[in-house]
């Protein structure tokens, strides 16, 4: 039996991409699983995905960068199921490519907003839920980027290294509350988000070769790869990991 068998989690971003395997594979080890996106339509398949394999799961429509979005959706999970034992945030937005003096001022703060803003949203709602259960685990889904440098990211990259840090100084202010918050820092991944990055990069520029060309493994990573980690650290099998920024990129760079 799984040690997930009984829990319940919440999964920011849920509609597509990381956030939907992941919450895929939590139903699966046992978990009731809150699915939120901003997409209500993406949110309500991967909700039937879920529930097709005999899975628990409520769809919750959320913006996380709205912070009544996010406390009506953690109210709504306490509300429905009695409590919230973890949660995944993992909603987020990509920013485009160019350099910082190319950027405006509304752009780099959306995303900054959305990224770094919406997880620290997410993360003040779910503590005090967890706090009440005497314990519980969050996972932030941060990016490569969050560790070292993507060019003409970098609005993208300082988010990312927010939410890093944001993850580590939580991680030691509720540990004595018995709350572990970690993070998985996924490098380029075959998600809807990537194709769409992809897509607007300069013409006569394959982005996913070069990915791959700059990947040790040589090739670029599931949504499952990357829900495997966020699983994991969910799980009890992590029960004395706490603070850690967890890379899973197929042995990119890391300075």
Aim: hydrophobic content about 40%; overall charge negative; proline content about 4%.
């Amino acid at each position: 039996m799984s040690n997930l068998t009984g829990k319940i989690g919440l999964v920011t971003g849920a509609g597509s991409g990381i956030g939907r395997a992941t919450a895929i594979e939590l139903a699966r080890q046992g978990a009731t699983v809150t699915v939120t996106d901003i997409d209500e339509r993406t949110a309500i398949e991967t909700t039937e995905m879920i529930r097709t394999e005999g899975g628990e799961a409520l769809t919750a429509t959320v913006d996380i960068a709205d912070e009544h979005s996010v406390r009506t959706a953690v109210e709504r999970t306490v509300e429905t199921y009695g409590g919230l034992d973890f949660a995944v945030n993992n909603a987020g937005m990509a920013s485009h490519h160019r350099q910082l003096d190319r950027m405006t001022l509304d752009e780099f703060e959306r995303v900054v907003q959305v990224n770094l803003s919406g997880t620290f949203l997410c993360m003040k709602h779910e503590l005090p839920a967890m706090r009440s259960r005497g314990g519980g685990a969050i996972v932030n889904i941060a990016s490569a980027g969050g560790l070292c440098a993507i060019p003409t990211a970098p609005a993208y990259v300082a988010a990312k290294h927010g939410v890093v840090g944001l993850t580590k100084v939580a991680a030691v202010d509720y540990a004595p509350a018995g709350i572990r918050v970690n993070a998985v820092c996924p490098g380029p991944t075959r998600t809807p988000g990537f194709e769409a990055v992809a897509a607007t990069a300069s013409t006569g520029t394959d982005l996913t070769a070069m990915q791959e060309a700059a990947t040790p493994l040589g090739r670029l990573a599931t949504p499952e790869e990357a829900a495997a980690a966020a699983v994991w650290l969910c799980s009890d099998a992590a029960s004395y990991v706490t603070g850690i920024a967890m890379s899973v990129d197929g042995g990119g760079r890391r300075a």
